[in-house]
């Protein structure tokens, strides 16, 4: 049974940093690409941050310069650092892996960032 669990978010005032981290199960993750989503009431979903089976990243440029994703391919789970976090950047965050064509996604955690 494949499963990505999602723990980390929470509320924080702006500038500030959380960590997220989605850990994985039933899945061939070190051969997997990792991403993290996010979704706001109103808005469409955005691809936030990915991470490559190699270890190649890539951000959305809304992030660039404060997110910063990580994996480890012994644990099986992948991480989202992030700081100087904006009031924007409050949304629904989910862990998606695509290994070998097949989507697979966390439940979520909310972040919530106030002024």
């Known amino acids: 049974q494949v499963q990505l669990v999602e723990t980390g978010g929470g509320l924080v005032q702006a500038g500030g940093s959380l960590r997220l981290s989605c850990a994985a199960s039933?899945?061939?993750?070190?051969?997997?690409?990792m991403n993290w989503y996010r979704h706001a009431p109103g808005k469409s979903r955005e691809l936030v941050a990915s991470i490559t089976a190699g270890g190649i990243t890539n951000y959305a440029d809304s992030v660039k310069g404060r997110f910063t994703i990580s994996r480890d391919n012994a644990k099986n789970t992948v991480a989202l650092q992030m700081r100087s976090l904006k009031v924007e950047d409050t949304a629904g965050y989910y862990c998606?892996?695509?290994?070998?064509?097949?989507?697979?996604w966390g439940q979520g955690t909310q972040v919530t960032v106030s002024s």
């Open positions: 039933g899945i061939r993750f070190s051969v997997g690409a």
């Open positions: 998606n892996a695509h290994v070998w064509d097949y989507d697979y």
